[in-house]
Antibody, heavy 122, light 107 residues
Framework: QVQLQESGPGPVKPSETLSLTCTVS????????WAWIRQPAGKGLEWIVR???????TYNPSLNGRVSATLDTSKNQLSLRLTSVTAADTAVYYCARENVVPGHYNSGIDVWGQGTTVTVSS | DIQMTQSPSSLSASVGDRVTITCRASQHLDRWLAWYQQRPGRAPKLLIY???SLQSGVPSRFSGSGSGTDFTLTINSLQPEDLATYYC?????????FGGGTKVEIK
């Protein structure tokens, strides 16, 4: 059974850099694609990034180049860095597995972590 | 970006009712439309992918239909555990986008 566990700093000060890690167990991150998605309290879901070992990395342009994400196959972890954070970046951040082979099939975001809450506040 | 518009934004129904949620996309989606259920305080859960394919382990009372830009999630015989917010999501182009959600309450 695939499980994803996010870890993060909790509170972050405005203008600082947010760093999150997601540890994957029960599957290799060399398979499938992987995503970060966030959700402000009481609001909807915003997709941030898709990372595929063989298909590259695609970011949401709405984050204006502030985001970078990587796959660490040696640790079976995903990571996310978001720079110059503001209160608008306060949200629950989820890592997730995308069951997709680009250009062939897309079976949805089928495994989600429990989410980690990030609060941007001075 | 492809805009996803869900309606209604909320609804209240009784146990055993049939519930229908609509999702309209601003562009043609082919078959790349998924539905998710998010129970209070929990992460989203995949219900339906590719418009109408039921994710493994999801009860058969959930079904999806539609084509082009208009899609529907139907819950046949609503159950108390279906109290949740439901989201549609397009996967035809980047950035992937979600609908605003439909909150389902039990009368």
């Amino acid at each position: 059974q695939v499980q994803l566990q996010e870890s993060g700093p909790g509170p972050v000060k405005p203008s600082e850099t947010l760093s999150l890690t997601c540890t994957v167990s029960g599957d290799s991150i060399s398979s499938f694609c992987w995503a970060w998605i966030r959700q402000p309290a009481g609001k909807g879901l915003e997709w941030i990034v898709r990372m595929c070992r063989s298909g590259g990395t695609t970011y949401n342009p709405s984050l204006n180049g502030r985001v970078s994400a990587t796959l660490d196959t040696s640790k079976n972890q995903l990571s996310l860095r978001l720079t110059s954070v503001t209160a608008a970046d306060t949200a629950v951040y989820y890592c997730a597995r995308e069951n997709v082979v680009p250009g062939h099939y897309n079976s949805g975001i089928d495994v989600w972590g429990q989410g980690t809450t990030v609060t941007v506040s001075s | 970006d492809i805009q996803m518009t869900q309606s209604p934004s909320s609804l209240s129904a009784s146990v055993g009712d049939r519930v229908t949620i609509t999702c309209r996309a601003s562009q043609h989606l082919d078959r790349w439309l998924a539905w998710y259920q998010q129970r209070p305080g929990r992460a989203p859960k995949l219900l339906i992918y590719a418009v109408s394919s039921l994710q493994s382990g999801v009860p058969s009372r959930f079904s999806g239909s539609g084509s082009g830009t208009d899609f529907t999630l139907t819950i046949n015989s609503l159950q108390p555990e279906d109290l949740a917010t439901y989201y549609c999501q397009q996967a035809v182009s980047f950035p992937l986008t979600f609908g605003g959600g439909t909150k389902v309450e039990i009368k």
